[in-house]
């Protein structure tokens, strides 16, 4: 196997772990190394054809791995109408003082939700107004949502001076690498950029 063969199954693999297939898009930008579309749906094919990669409705996974398929697919499904959900309530967050960027992490940014899952969210504030900000979106749940966290959970608080995460693990490279910009996507870049650490862990 070529080099970005072999990122292709450590890719897979790694997410073999918790039985979630990667549909075609997310393997490419998630690949620890850097290669034109083409290229990486050539050597792809040439995995699939070697059946060193299965392949199932564009989702690809390792053969005889924990992938399971009709359980993505209907997540999937679920996860449209809550994306529909988060992106209301994403301009309620943004519009409350100091949010500067609001993404959507966890199940719904794999888009594989489950009705047991809440909708979580990573906000990005002014410098140094992380704890005000906190401040103000805990007391609209707690007032307006009956502290109810199905659709407003917030797990994750940052500033835009100290963008880059320390936590660098699997783990957290993991739920970056699926963050999706609902709010300041120009934020969102300059969050990527600032994490570049994150697919090289892909490779280790």
């Known amino acids: 196997m070529n080099t970005t063969q072999k990122a292709i199954i450590r890719t897979l693999l790694y997410f073999d772990i918790f039985d979630h297939p990667l549909h075609g898009t997310e393997l490419y930008e998630l690949l620890s190394v850097k290669v034109s579309r083409e ?32 359980d993505r697919l209907v997540k999937l499904n679920r996860a449209i109408k809550y994306h529909r959900i988060a992106r209301f309530v994403s301009g309620i967050i943004f519009r409350h003082p100091f949010v500067r960027g609001v993404f959507i992490s966890g199940s719904l940014s794999k888009s594989t939700i489950s009705h047991r899952d809440d909708i979580d969210y990573f906000v990005i504030a002014e410098p140094g107004r992380v704890w005000v900000c906190r401040a103000f979106l805990m007391l609209f749940k707690k007032v307006f949502l009956l ?8 797990n994750y608080f940052i500033d835009t001076d100290n963008l880059e995460i320390q936590e660098k693990n699997l783990f957290t490279a993991t739920e ?8 300041n996507a120009e934020l969102y870049a300059a969050f990527m950029d600032a994490n570049r650490w994150v697919k090289n862990l892909f490779s280790e």
């Open 176 to 183: 970056l690498a699926f963050l999706k910009p609902l709010i």
């Open 39 to 70: 290229v990486f749906e050539q050597d792809l094919s040439e995995l699939t054809e070697m059946k060193r990669v299965g392949n199932s409705s564009d989702y690809f996974y390792i053969p005889e791995g924990r992938h399971t398929i009709d």
């Open 147 to 154: 502290n109810s966290k199905k659709y407003f959970c917030i």
